[in-house]
């Protein structure tokens, strides 16, 4: 079965960086896309941004170069590199899969919380 795993987050001091991972299982990884969202306490769950297979990345205005998108397939595994975090950053963040029937595939979650 599908299962998409994140790690990495934790607490941040602002300006600071992280870099979020996750692996996947139970699709063929290298040729499809999978995306990074965040969800904050009291607010909708929010695109961060896309990595195809072929590696092209699109990413939501607030990114501003801030975050990074990348791949390892041999991996299996799609990271979010963050950098100059601000305290609003502070989320769970999630990645996600959408199957080829349309149906979205979500890991737990990792905490980022961004505070001095």
């Known amino acids: 079965q599908v299962q998409l795993v994140e790690s990495g987050g934790g607490l941040v001091q602002p300006g600071g960086s992280l870099r979020l991972s996750c692996t996947a299982s139970g699709f063929i990884f290298s040729i499809n896309s999978l995306a990074w969202y965040r969800q904050a306490q009291g607010k909708e769950r929010e695109w961060i941004g896309w990595i195809r297979g072929d590696g092209k990345t699109g990413y939501g205005e607030f990114v501003k170069g801030r975050f990074t998108i990348s791949r390892d397939d041999a991996k299996n595994t799609v990271f979010l590199q963050m950098n100059s975090l601000k305290p609003e950053d502070t989320a769970v963040y999630y990645c996600?899969?959408?199957?080829?029937?349309?149906?979205?595939?979500w890991g737990q979650g990792t905490q980022v919380t961004v505070s001095s």
């Open positions: 996600n899969w959408r199957d080829p029937q349309g149906r979205n595939f």
